[in-house]
């Protein structure tokens, strides 16, 4: 018997997002990361800076998924209340992580202030996992990943601890082509309902002069997946393919 999909979702912390002033990097960079680690992203949501908000939404994705990564609402100030939505979540009480604590004192000098200290606090029953910096680890809760909204960070702490996620791999192959989507709209329909486990999908370009539609097939099971690439090359006319590629991650 296989082992369970892993599967996940991202829940991106911050008022700043949901008014504009924010352009989101983190969710884009991880869904592909997780594509290449075999993780199934199946949601991505954004919510407020508002405790109950995180806590409401933290339960829900955890529990039916099994990992939860969510960006944002970490830092020193009055609005970073990730720490606090996560152990409401889990009725859990926020505490103190001293050794993290004295770590930013003595980083900061006599500069440190309240709010730096802020940046040290987890839900009870935390795990603390080692990354780039000593000072600021990987905080996760359960199946819960607590990462900084900076895309910079977020991207170095999860790189630390990415190796904690890879499953079994997903093949991907593309099919670039000269043809209209309409025209080849049963084909492809027929290609996803003959083949179980494979994602065919569709992607017109109205900029690129080198192919108008890109098809993607995708799955676990590679025979599966070379299956539907050729009942869809099959069901092609002369001319219309530009070039395919065949991607392993």
């Known amino acids: 018997m296989s ?3 892993s599967t996940a979702a991202i829940l991106l912390v911050g008022n700043e997002l949901l008014t504009g002033k924010t352009a989101d990097q983190n969710a884009y960079w991880l869904a592909g990361r997780l594509f290449q680690l075999g ?18 939404a933290v339960r829900t994705l955890a529990g039916a998924h099994t990992w939860l990564f969510t960006s944002g609402g970490v830092g020193p100030t009055h609005d970073d209340m990730t720490i ?7 009725g859990r009480r ?7 604590a004295e770590a930013i004192r003595r980083f900061y000098g006599e500069f440190c202030t309240d709010g730096h200290l802020r940046m040290a606090d987890a839900p009870e029953g935390y795990t603390l996992i080692p990354a780039f910096d000593s000072r600021f680890p990987v905080l996760s809760y359960q199946n819960v990943f607590i990462f900084p909204g900076v895309p910079e ?3 170095k702490k999860f790189e630390a ?5 890879r499953g079994e791999p997903f093949h ?12 080849i709209a049963a084909l492809l329909e027929d290609a996803q309902r003959l083949h179980p486990g494979v994602d065919v999908g569709s992607y017109p370009s109205f900029t690129n002069p080198t192919y108008r539609v890109k098809v993607t097939m995708e799955g676990r099971d590679l025979a599966v997946v070379e299956a539907a690439r ?5 069901g092609l006319v002369e001319g219309e393919v530009v070039h395919e590629t065949d991607v392993k991650v």
Do not use: N
């Not at 993780?39 to 409401?56: F, G, S």
């Not at 606090?84 to 889990?90: E, H, M, N, Q």
């Not at 991907?172 to 025209?183: H, N, P, S, V, Y």
């Open 172 to 183: 991907l192959r593309q099919i670039f082509l000269m043809a209209d989507e309409g025209r």
């Open 84 to 90: 606090s939505g996560v152990a409401a979540a889990f």
């Open 94 to 100: 926020v505490i103190r992580v001293e050794e993290q």
């Open 161 to 165: 601890v990415e190796h904690l996620f």
């Open 39 to 56: 993780v199934k992203l199946r949601r991505v949501e954004v919510i407020p800076d508002h405790v109950p908000t995180i806590a409401e």
């Open 153 to 155: 960070l977020f991207r």
């Open 3 to 5: 082992a369970p999909e």
């Open 230 to 234: 050729a009942f869809v090359l099959a």
